[in-house]
């Protein structure tokens, strides 16, 4: 006996046929398929170059913008950063030498930072000194003995069990570097950190984003590459494929290009100036040539002072977050002097004076009212150079004088 | 594989099976321009994938297996749907069936194949396979990726089903006899 169901459909589906026109129009297909299949993969393949090649030729490196807007002046020629290191640690080694830390140098030592000579040492040539020839090892060991010196000048706890006596020249200090710096590590709570470490802001907004954006952005670029693919596999629809390519190129984009990948940092001598002039170009019209004339960082604080043209400058802050130094705000104007002031923590904060080149200062007082007391630094004429101040919080109602080589007052 | 072999495993396909796959696409779609096109990207996805075929099952059974899968592909598209609800709209335009409708309804023969159509997809896949394609349970089991016993319980469901709707037919019959 035959199936009913089989019965059934064989009659109600007998004219049910593949005809031979179909069959022919499948061999002319099988056969044409491959070259329809190239066209259409290598059109998405060159879609995906070309939009990738537009985002790289729109988006400007930092240090392409740099050039085009920055030019180093003479007096900032490089100089060799064995002299002005072992300058720095001869200052250190006077400070040891009392029997207790002279609180005037104390303050003169923590005024000046090191982070152009760290710079310098890192990248082997800065705009300020050159350091070549130096290991990774060494750099890491000169730079964390830097650090490890103003951090125990910061806060001396013990005298320093070694012969630091003994070092008189930067190729001693090159190999004694890791010892002395392991030793005054062990006497300071903070960790030494290159300012390479300190970028751990990317220039993709993906990797900046916390782990749940991250999650949310990844599952819905899966989602999106599912979708494609199911569509391309399954041939359905070419207009909803050509959509899903786009949303996947602009996906990339936002994940690799977005927003926040503009934003810039504070790591180095170029992006500082660079960030600093994008920041106030649309308040101050800027004529090229402008130049960087010193930086420094204080803490959880960077500045840059720029020679902007003729005897204008610029004074910007950058504040630490937890991935990078952020642009705060700048000062600009014809002034010799800047200043500004910020709060580490309860007890301390610093007051920062910028110098600009050709000014005729030699000391600074900071004037307390009442019994607050002065503290004084002394600053290099004619040289442009960012102090920091380190005054207690209780020191909150206090006037600043500036004084010229002769005794003068001048601000 | 060469071309001239794959052409001729091609065109032995559609010789064998082209009329038995545009009747299990009807089943699914229910246009017959539909189910030969769908016909028509069984065998291209049977031609593509001829190197790849190791004779794990027989021809049928993978023509019938990449059938289905086409089917539920073309049912789940956007093409699919876009067509679909033109259908509807034409069918509430012409709410009345025409005379040879009226008579293909009063064949029992019809009924069922009409019950068949009306079936989950699911239990269409192993009912068609099995008694259509005339494949054994494992065969179904191969085409459809699933366990045998699945096969089995869903055979045994659809005919249930089947059943039902028949007798619902029969009774849709009787009362317009009444």
Not at chain 1, 90 to 118: I, N, T
Not at chain 2, 27 to 35: C, M, S
Not at chain 2, 115 to 140: A, N, R, S, W
Request: proline fraction near 2%; glycine fraction near 6%; include cysteine.
């Amino acid at each position: 006996m035959q199936d009913p169901i089989r019965n059934a459909i064989n009659e109600a589906y007998k004219d049910g046929k593949f005809s031979n026109a179909k069959k022919i129009d499948t061999r002319q297909k099988v056969r044409n398929q491959k070259k329809k299949f190239l066209p259409f993969s290598i059109t998405i393949i060159a879609t995906c170059f070309v939009a990738v090649l537009t985002i790289f030729l729109l988006t400007s490196s930092d240090e392409n913008i740099y050039k085009l807007k920055g030019t180093s002046s003479s007096q900032l020629a490089p100089n060799d950063v064995a002299p002005a290191y072992m300058n720095r640690f001869e200052e250190f080694k006077e400070l040891l030498s009392y029997g207790g830390m002279d609180e005037e140098k104390q303050l003169q030592y923590l005024a000046e930072s090191d982070w152009l000579l760290q710079r310098a040492i890192e990248s082997g040539e800065s705009l300020f000194y050159n350091s070549q020839g130096l290991s990774e090892e060494e750099i890491y060991n000169l730079n964390s003995l830097l650090f490890y010196m103003y951090e125990y000048v910061a806060n001396p706890s013990e005298e320093i069990q070694f012969a630091i006596g003994d070092i008189k020249s930067f190729e001693q200090l090159r190999v004694k570097a890791e010892e002395l710096s392991n030793t005054l590590a062990s006497l300071t709570n903070n960790e030494y950190i290159s300012t390479a470490q300190e970028q751990t802001a990317t220039n993709s907004s993906f990797l900046n984003a916390d782990f749940p954006q991250q999650l949310v952005t990844i599952s819905v670029f899966l989602f999106f590459s599912t979708l494609l693919y199911r569509n391309w596999k399954g041939n359905r629809n070419l207009f909803f494929g050509f959509i899903q390519v786009f949303i996947l190129i602009f996906l990339l984009w936002i994940i690799c290009f977005g927003n926040d990948a503009y934003m810039r940092f504070g790591h180095n001598e170029t992006m500082l100036m660079q960030e600093t002039l994008t920041q106030i170009e649309s308040d101050i019209d800027l004529v090229g040539g402008e130049n960087l004339s010193y930086a420094a960082t204080f803490g959880n604080y960077r500045y840059a002072l720029i020679n902007l043209y003729d005897d204008v400058s610029a004074f910007s802050s950058f504040e630490r977050t937890d991935e990078a130094y952020i642009y705060q705000g700048a000062q600009w104007g014809k002034q010799k002097f800047f200043t500004e002031h910020v709060f580490v923590d309860d007890e301390t904060r610093i007051f920062v004076i910028a110098t600009q080149e050709g000014h005729t200062a030699s000391r600074i007082d900071l004037i307390g009212d009442g019994k607050l007391g002065t503290f004084t630094i002394n600053i290099e004429p004619g040289k442009a150079n960012i102090y920091g101040i380190y005054i207690p919080s209780s020191f909150n109602s206090f006037s600043t004088a500036i004084y010229d080589t002769n005794e003068e007052l001048l601000h | 594989m060469d071309e001239q072999t794959k052409d001729s495993l091609l065109t032995e396909a559609m010789n064998e099976y082209g009329d038995y796959l545009v009747q299990l696409c009807y089943t699914y779609v229910r246009n017959w321009q539909t189910a030969e096109d769908l016909a028509q990207e069984t065998f291209i996805r049977y031609y593509n994938n001829l190197p790849k075929f190791r004779g794990e099952a027989s021809v049928k059974t993978y023509l019938f297996r990449i059938a289905v899968n086409v089917c539920k592909d073309y049912l789940s598209s956007w093409k699919y749907k876009k067509v679909h609800i033109s259908e509807i709209f034409q069918k509430l335009l012409k709410s009345e069936d025409t005379p040879e409708k009226q008579a293909i309804k009063h064949d029992e023969q019809a009924q069922l194949v009409k019950g068949i159509e009306g079936l989950q997809t699911k239990y269409k896949d192993v009912l068609l396979l099995f008694h259509f394609g005339e494949m054994t349970l494992e065969e179904v089991s191969f085409a459809l990726n699933i366990p045998v016993n699945t096969v089995k319980t869903r055979l045994r469901r659809a005919r249930r089903t089947l059943g039902i709707a028949l007798e619902e037919g029969g009774e849709d019959h009787a009362r317009s006899n009444s």
